[in-house]
């Protein structure tokens, strides 16, 4: 199967808002939550990935001609590429009736281990969707991260406890969840953490702690002083607060922070090897894709990641080739137009 064809073959199955475009931008499915859109106005996912598409890369070929190497040391775990498919969960709400969560992530962590990358699962309120991320990875020898939501301590001990027995890579918390419209009033309570909170919860978990859902300097430093390993500057895709400004746009301030001190990873609107260059360029370690590995998924399977995970590579190793950047340490600031 080629790229088009998985996302020809998705459109239809994946329930009523999600149209499986050519272009994975926003535009079509804009505020449409539930859906894959944004919240409010719905013009957070169309910024995100605007901005990545208003930088330009700069093209250097006076170099050493070699082959270049896209390999990435994910928390001593050796990927093909610095991407990862980012956490999506409530499926059936979001995108009809095909796949649950659990059945969506048993796809999903197995097909990217396979793809030589890995897989962020979601949580929901259902236990049995973090039980299957869980027993996803461990049938994949951990090769994943979990993402547990920001629930109140108590519950928050007991899902940290069940992920730590898949043994995954890092394990993340996806702290800006209280956003999301369909947990307001729900059961367990999700909500915003302290500092001293999170460094509790970091102990509990027994792997590197990745905080997902950073957008300012200053969370990016509190997130330091909890222990956190990492942190992922995302906005959610623009799915929970309307009117902020796009990862691309932060992410710069906040590698001159934090950078060198924890890894930074980055998503929104990411879509390209082009992008994932771009990202970099920027400072980041390594960057999540979310969406786009839902269409793969749904219109292809495991063949779906696979097809998607081999572009990426060849756009990425393309634009490295191209800009005189034969490792992932070769990607620098300069590499951009204007830096
Ligand atoms: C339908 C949907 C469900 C999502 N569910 C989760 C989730 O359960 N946990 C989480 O951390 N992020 C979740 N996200 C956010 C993604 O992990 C990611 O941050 C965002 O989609 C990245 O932007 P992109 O889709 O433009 O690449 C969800 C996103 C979408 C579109």
Not at 201 to 210: H, L
């Amino acid at each position: 199967m080629t790229y088009q064809e998985v996302l020809e073959n998705a459109r239809g199955a994946m329930g009523p808002y999600c149209k499986s475009c050519p272009t994975c931008n926003g535009l079509a499915c804009k505020n449409t939550v539930p859906g894959p859109g944004a919240k409010g106005i719905g013009t957070g996912f169309i910024r995100n990935y605007q901005k990545w598409q208003e930088l330009c890369v700069n093209m250097d070929t006076i170099c050493e001609n070699k082959p270049v190497d896209t390999s990435y040391d994910f928390f001593g775990k050796r990927v093909d590429l610095p991407v990862f498919a980012a956490p999506v969960g409530a499926m059936t709400l979001h995108y009809g009736d095909k796949y649950d969560d659990p059945t969506y992530n048993d796809i999903l962590v197995a097909a990217c281990a396979q793809a030589g990358i890995a897989a962020f699962t979601g949580d929901g309120v259902n236990p049995a969707v973090m039980e299957g991320a869980v027993a996803a990875m461990a049938k994949n020898n951990g090769c994943g991260v979990p993402t547990v939501k920001p629930w109140n301590m108590e519950l928050i001990e007991q899902k940290m406890a069940l992920v730590n027995t898949a043994d995954p890579i890092a394990i993340a918390m996806d702290i800006d969840a209280a956003g999301l419209p369909f947990l307001k009033n729900m059961q367990p309570p999700a909500g915003s953490k302290t500092v001293a909170e999170l460094k509790q919860i970091t102990a509990w978990a027994k792997k590197p702690f990745i905080l997902k859902g950073i957008m300012t300097v200053a969370g990016a430093k509190k997130a330091l002083e909890a222990g956190a390993s990492g942190i992922v500057v995302s906005n959610h895709g623009g799915r929970v607060l309307d009117q902020c400004p796009a990862t691309a746009e932060v992410l710069p301030a906040i590698v001159d922070a934090v950078g060198g001190k924890m890894a930074i990873f980055v998503d929104g609107g990411i879509r390209t090897g082009m992008d994932v260059f771009k990202a970099l360029a920027l400072g980041a370690d390594a960057v999540l894709i979310g969406r786009p590995f839902v269409n793969m998924v749904y219109g292809g399977g495991a063949e779906g990641v696979k097809v998607y995970v081999e572009k990426l590579k060849a756009e990425l190793s393309d634009t490295m080739a191209m800009c005189g950047a034969h490792t992932l340490a070769d990607i620098n600031r300069s590499m951009l137009f204007g830096f």
